[in-house]
């Protein structure tokens, strides 16, 4: 991801997500969860906490390389197929 793809996400996205980057760093080097997309199924979501919300990173792999598409809080584990958990 480019810093300047970071700024669209912090800045128009989800602006919430300003100062957030470790944790979305952490969703996707040690997420505690991660879920296929129930409509897509190149695109993963790498959950981490940040009590009393989840930091959700959404992330598209497609021939083994891999790109954030959007991060976001929120305050539940949204629906999709359970691929990994610690």
Known sequence: MTV???EVIVTIKHPIMQGK????QQALQSPIEIRQSRSDPDVYLHYAAEPPYIICAVARYLNGDGFLITAYRTNKIKEGTLLWTP
């Open 4 to 6: 300047a793809y970071w």
């Open 21 to 24: 980057e470790g944790l979305v």
